[in-house]
Each structure stands twice: as structure tokens, then as C-alpha cells.
Nanobody, 119 residues
């Protein structure tokens, strides 16, 4: 199994910035993708950004403001969030997609970190 530890959440004013980090621990991983999702109470978890060998995808609402990246060891994923808006307020979850079979992958999720954008 894979454990994901998130950090970097907090309270920030509109227009401010935060950087989320997620570290994956465990045995050597065959990672298909890493990314960030967010969820507001009463709503479905939604994609924020993902990064894989296929490229990078962003939700339309964060394009131009958020940047996703992986470190050299590919065991962490970061989300740089700039020009934050109140609508970005949510619990942010790190996601790692691990290849477990030739044709199947399993999603692992972090514990979630609160991001609050407010004056």
C-alpha cells in the first residue's frame, strides 16, 4: 500500500498564493499519474490538475493560476496556486495512480488539506 502525506494548506487572502506538497511513501512505485483534486462539502470531488507521461491537465477554472509539478525522484507532487480566489476554497486531496497490473491501476489518496481563501 501507498501512504500519501500532504502539506501546505492554510488560510490565504484573495490574490495570494499557496504551495501544496504531497509525498508518497512505500515500496518502489510504478506511477501512472499524480495529481490534485478538491472537494467542497455536499459536492463531488473534482479534478484540479494531473501530471503523467501523457502530459498535464488543468481544470478550466485554474488554468493560468495553478501549476503542477513533480520532483526529480517522482515521489512527490506539488501544486503552486497563485492568484487564489474564494472559489478555490476546498479540501485538496493528493492523488497517485499506481500500476498494479498490466492493464489496471489503483488510486491512492492523501488525507486532505484545507485551503481557505478569504479576506
Amino acid at each position: 500500500q501507498v501512504q500519501l502525506v500532504e502539506s501546505g494548506g492554510g488560510l490565504v487572502q484573495p490574490g495570494g498564493s499557496l504551495r501544496l506538497s504531497c509525498a508518497a511513501s512505500g515500496s518502489a512505485l510504478s506511477v501512472d499519474a499524480m495529481g490534485w483534486y478538491r472537494q467542497v462539502p455536499g459536492k463531488q470531488r473534482e479534478l484540479v490538475a494531473t501530471i503523467s507521461s501523457s502530459g498535464i491537465n488543468y481544470a478550466d477554472s485554474v488554468k493560468g493560476r495553478f501549476t503542477i509539478a513533480r520532483d526529480n525522484a517522482k515521489n512527490t507532487v506539488n501544486l503552486q496556486m497563485n492568484n487564489l480566489k474564494p472559489e478555490d476554497t476546498a479540501v485538496y486531496y493528493c492523488n497517485v495512480v499506481v500500476r498494479v497490473w498490466a492493464t489496471r491501476s489503483t488510486d491512492y489518496w492523501g488525507q486532505g488539506t484545507q485551503v481557505t481563501v478569504s479576506s
